[in-house]
């Protein structure tokens, strides 16, 4: 195999098209993952007062905290087992828990159970986040084998539009069933439909998987390619998962990376769920502005795919060909964004919807951006082919982690008063800034890296 003047592999047609068969079908895979993940939010606001703020937030902080624990397991065990086996893993297990979720909530509406549905959904959605946790790390793992050191920003940019294409459908398809079921039956919606369906399409996913997906492009019949990562040289090296574990654990960019990560998830689910929610009360509480914001709430989903998928591809642009595959800049500028977009928050929380959904969607593209370029790209240059999975792990869990915080906070926080809401956001935004200073020249090195 030919490498361009940058360092870049020059692939055949033919092998290009067999890579883009192997990752549409595990990126949509991992893309409606979101969906039977993110269909909590819709369901909560359809639920009304079945479903509080409070017990969203409870039950949606014990499933993003089961999920980043999860990691600590599912990394290691993803970079044994590869990739294949566990994106069929998380895809079935989500399925299972999102059918089960659905079977409670029928079990409640439609047959008069007595349960408590916080802590019935607090366990089984806890499930159901730690079959989610292979998602990452299998896309991650799959894709280490099959894109170099210098095609990781565009691949950077792909995530980060399956990840918007997840929130589209998790957001707009989830509210287009919800108001579906509304119009065919009033009295008496079909409420449970938001994960019944969800469960079936993985179904279909995962089958396709199972015929479509190879871990590796040897297992595709194409020769494997020596992908210039921090695995580099190591094609002989036997798995040890102390030893991975060792280069995860004292490698400084990836850890402050995880750093990174961590204000990232408090940031970005910090304002994509809460968003919808705050839309839902304003319609009530501010009926002249009814349209506009009933507008965000039916569109949110298309508005986050947009932002993210254009968030994700400048930041995998700007990095590969402005930054020589350098990831922390583009962190660095995203998150000067974050900072700005945030403080502009707290000054349009009330004025015009169309004013604050505008901020809340650049909110978006430069944290979805992020999230591409980092969890997506830097786990698979610092971690390599062998790490990929532990590395993605280690730092997807820090971002559920995040998650986890903002969820139990802001829970609180938008119970007692939206104004601050905003305000919670800012110093995570800071600190992110600070953080990318900190690894502002870092790339990967391999024993035998192509340069």
């Avoid at 192997?22 to 993940?37: E, Q, S």
């Avoid at 793992?141 to 980060?160: D, Q």
């Avoid at 850890?255 to 929610?277: D, K, P």
Wanted: net charge positive.
């Amino acid at each position: 195999m030919q490498n361009s003047t940058d360092g870049r592999p020059v692939h055949s047609p033919a092998f290009r098209r067999r890579r883009a068969l192997n990752w549409l079908p595990l990126g949509l895979t991992y893309a409606f993952l979101y969906m039977a993940r993110y269909n909590l939010t819709v369901s909560k606001n359809a639920l009304g007062t079945l479903m509080s703020k409070e017990a969203f937030g409870i039950i949606f902080a014990v499933g993003t905290v089961t999920y980043a624990v999860s990691f600590l397991l599912n990394g290691p065990l993803t970079d044994k087992i590869g990739g294949k086996r566990a994106i069929l893993i998380g895809a079935g297990g989500s399925a299972l828990m999102n059918a089960t979720m659905g079977l409670i909530l029928y079990g409640i509406l439609a047959l008069g159970w007595s349960l408590n549905l916080t802590v019935a959904f607090s366990i089984v959605y806890a499930l159901n986040m730690y079959f989610q946790s292979y998602g990452a790390v299998a896309i991650v793992k799959v894709n280490a084998s099959w894109f170099h050191v210098r095609e990781r920003g565009t691949f950077g940019g792909i995530f980060g539009i399956l990840i918007s294409l997840g929130l589209y459908f998790a957001f707009d398809w989830s509210q287009a069933i919800v108001n579906f079921t509304e119009q065919m039956n009033p009295e008496n919606p079909q409420y449970w439909l938001v994960f019944f369906i969800p469960a079936a399409i993985l179904l279909f996913w995962l089958i396709l998987d199972i015929l479509a997906l190879r871990d590796s492009p040897s297992l595709a019949g194409y020769a494997d390619f020596n992908t210039g990562d921090a695995s580099s040289g190591e094609a002989d090296t036997p798995f040890r998962v102390k030893d991975i574990l060792r280069r995860i654990f004292t490698n400084k960019v990836i850890l402050v990376v995880g750093m990174i990560e961590f204000c990232t998830g408090v940031l970005r689910n910090g304002v994509m769920h809460w968003f919808s929610i705050f839309a839902k009360e304003q319609i009530a509480a501010a009926p002249g502005f009814a349209g506009q914001w009933n507008f965000w709430l039916n569109n949110w989903g298309l508005m986050l795919m947009l932002a993210g998928a254009s968030g994700g591809m400048l930041a995998g642009w700007m990095s590969d060909h402005l930054f020589q595959s350098r990831r922390a800049p583009v962190a660095g500028i995203l998150y000067t964004i974050l900072l700005l977009a945030t403080i502009g928050m707290t000054f349009t929380l009330y004025g015009n919807p169309m004013v604050l959904g505008s901020i809340v969607s650049v909110v978006s593209i430069a944290v979805i951006g992020t999230h591409g370029v980092l969890s997506g790209t830097a786990t698979m240059d610092f971690g390599g082919r062998k790490a990929a999975a532990t590395a993605v792990g280690l730092i997807d869990g820090l971002v559920y982690l995040g998650t986890g915080l903002q969820s139990l906070a802001l829970g609180f926080i938008t119970t007692w008063n939206w104004q601050f809401w905003p305000v919670f956001l800012i110093p995570f935004a800071v600190t992110g800034i600070i953080l990318t200073s900190r690894i502002w020249y870092a790339i990967p090195k391999g024993k035998t890296a192509v340069r």
